[in-house]
């Protein structure tokens, strides 16, 4: 079975590579489901790390439907991706209503070249995920990267099972709160890879700050948050 690390910096990609992990996915900001690294990030990963690295082409935070502009940064993310040499891409498009973006993640794909592709937890908001699941063999997707739908993928295994036995040519990849206590489950049902974060919290100052810089009302899934121009303009016209 592929055990494949969801790794947020350098240090957390070198202990899953000394662990016995096999593949990386790269991403920073665990806490909103991740978005792409910083290019010194790939670069120092590419550096300092040997086993197979996916990296995430995920612009921001919020829902998974993008303007022009976030897809031309998907676009050069993926570019630069290549030019580093990295062996996969993880990514997932999809429409207003809960469907497949087909155009755009077969456009992501072409870009994609020679590398593997992973759709991710994009999966997990679509209506109907048998639907998605043959569309996206269509496209030729190799990894779809879900947790049946649930807060955790095993309260939806019974989901990723049926999926798993529907497949002809993509593997389906369990992950969300999956860890040795459970990740037995998943090789018992036949998977061929698992994804997880392994993450522990680790405190690093020895006083709490006095004003905390987590801002939870950013965090919203139906949507985004952009800056406004009426707002800079009533700003700029008061001190101008």
Same mark, same amino acid.
């Given at each position: 079975m592929l055990v494949e690390?969801? $790794?947020?910096?350098? &240090?957390s990609?070198?202990?899953?590579?000394k662990a016995g992990a096999d593949r990386i996915e790269l991403c920073s900001e665990l806490g909103v489901g991740g978005i792409t690294p910083s290019y010194g990030l790939l670069?120092?990963?590419? &550096?300092?790390?040997?086993?197979?690295?996916?990296?995430?082409?995920?612009?921001?935070?919020?829902?998974?439907?993008?303007? &022009?502009?976030e897809f031309d940064i998907m676009k050069s993310n993926i570019k630069l991706c290549i030019d580093l040499?990295?062996?996969?891409?993880?990514?997932?498009v999809l429409q207003k209503d809960f469907t497949v973006d087909i155009e755009r993640n077969e456009e992501l794909m072409e870009l994609s070249k020679n590398?593997?592709?992973?759709?991710?937890r994009a999966f997990d908001w679509v209506l109907d995920p048998q639907k998605a699941l043959e569309e996206l063999e269509a496209l030729g997707v190799?990894?779809?990267?879900?947790?049946?739908q649930q807060k955790v993928a095993f309260e939806g295994i019974d989901l990723l099972s049926s999926l798993n036995q529907l497949t002809t040519n993509c593997i389906i990849m369990p992950g969300g709160g999956i860890n040795a206590l459970n990740v037995t489950k998943f090789k018992e049902k036949g998977f061929d890879a698992v994804h997880l974060s392994g993450a522990k919290y680790t405190h690093s100052l020895g006083t709490?700050?006095?004003?905390?810089?987590?801002?939870p009302s950013f965090l919203k899934d139906e949507?985004?948050?952009?800056?406004?121009?009426? $707002?800079? $303009?009533?700003?700029?016209k008061e001190v101008k």
């Amino acid at each position: 079975m592929l055990v494949e690390v969801c $790794a947020n910096s350098l &240090e957390s990609a070198m202990n899953a590579q000394k662990a016995g992990a096999d593949r990386i996915e790269l991403c920073s900001e665990l806490g909103v489901g991740g978005i792409t690294p910083s290019y010194g990030l790939l670069k120092s990963v590419k &550096e300092n790390i040997s086993i197979p690295v996916h990296v995430l082409i995920r612009p921001r935070s919020g829902d998974f439907t993008y303007s &022009e502009v976030e897809f031309d940064i998907m676009k050069s993310n993926i570019k630069l991706c290549i030019d580093l040499d990295f062996d996969g891409i993880v990514a997932g498009v999809l429409q207003k209503d809960f469907t497949v973006d087909i155009e755009r993640n077969e456009e992501l794909m072409e870009l994609s070249k020679n590398l593997n592709f992973t759709f991710h937890r994009a999966f997990d908001w679509v209506l109907d995920p048998q639907k998605a699941l043959e569309e996206l063999e269509a496209l030729g997707v190799d990894y779809i990267l879900s947790s049946g739908q649930q807060k955790v993928a095993f309260e939806g295994i019974d989901l990723l099972s049926s999926l798993n036995q529907l497949t002809t040519n993509c593997i389906i990849m369990p992950g969300g709160g999956i860890n040795a206590l459970n990740v037995t489950k998943f090789k018992e049902k036949g998977f061929d890879a698992v994804h997880l974060s392994g993450a522990k919290y680790t405190h690093s100052l020895g006083t709490t700050p006095k004003v905390s810089m987590n801002s939870p009302s950013f965090l919203k899934d139906e949507g985004i948050f952009v800056t406004s121009m009426a $707002a800079i $303009a009533d700003v700029v016209k008061e001190v101008k």
